[in-house]
T-cell receptor
Framework: AQKITQTQPGMFVQEKEAVTLDCTYD???????LFWYKQPSSGEMIFLIY??????QNATEGRYSLNFQKARKSANLVISASQLGDSAMYFC???????????FGKGNQVVVIP | DGGITQSPKYLFRKEGQNVTLSCEQN?????MYWYRQDPGQGLRLIYY???????QKGDIAEGYSVSREKKESFPLTVTSAQKNPTAFYLC?????????????FGAGSRLTVL
């Protein structure tokens, strides 16, 4: 069974600093996709970044980058130059191509302080 | 603007009552999903539909029912058989973003059983 693990406790980050959120996954499928979503207190899930298992380069999207280490089965999210609006829960998710479904981790809480 | 509309945003139900959560999308997406989120937890898949008039059970389908009579609509009914229905419910659909199949979410519906 596919599994996503996010085990960091809640984090306080100084504004303008970078923060790294850990995500490890477990799958026997060679083809899969990894996603990060942001959930602010309003509740809506906002897509941030995607990494395919066959992508040669780490994905980047503005201030977000994904540190993909395939052999270690980790897909850490890096947020550079944190802003107050980055305070939210962050979820790592994996699509396994057997059935096009997404499995989610339990999330990381980030609070950005001025 | 294209998007996913969920209603109602907040819903209160007495024990033993069925309730239906609405989900409408104007993104022309084929696949739609219902997820449940409990406090401090990730999302768990209830039901999904890849195409009109077809749907499959997710990981926690017991006590729920769905229909997919129109491409735009995927309502979820929480039946009295669902033993612990108080939760946050998120509807999503799948579409292409930057070459990846990405889940786009609605704003969610928060159900409380009194």
């Amino acid at each position: 069974a596919q599994k996503i693990t996010q085990t960091q406790p809640g984090m306080f980050v100084q504004e303008k600093e970078a923060v790294t959120l850990d995500c490890t996954y477990d799958t026997s499928d060679p083809s899969y996709g990894l996603f990060w979503y942001k959930q602010p207190s309003s509740g809506e899930m906002i897509f941030l970044i995607y990494q395919g298992s066959y992508d040669q380069q780490n994905a980047t999207e503005g201030r977000y980058s994904l540190n993909f280490q395939k052999a270690r089965k980790s897909a850490n999210l890096v947020i550079s130059a944190s802003q107050l609006g980055d305070s939210a829960m962050y979820f790592c998710a994996m699509r396994y191509y057997g059935n096009n479904r997404l499995a989610f981790g339990k999330g990381n809480q980030v609070v950005v302080i001025p | 603007d294209g998007g996913i509309t969920q209603s109602p945003k907040y819903l209160f139900r007495k024990e033993g009552q069925n309730v239906t959560l609405s989900c409408e999308q104007n993104l022309n997406h084929d696949a739609m999903y219902w997820y449940r989120q409990d406090p401090g937890q990730g999302l768990r898949l209830i039901y999904y539909s890849q195409i009109v008039n077809d749907f499959q059970k997710g990981d926690i389908a017991e006590g729920y029912s769905v229909s997919r009579e129109k491409k735009e609509s995927f309502p979820l009914t929480v039946t009295s058989a669902q033993k612990n229905p108080t939760a946050f419910y998120l509807c999503a659909s799948t579409g292409q973003i930057s070459g990846a199949n990405v889940l786009t979410f609605g704003a969610g519906s928060r159900l409380t059983v009194l």
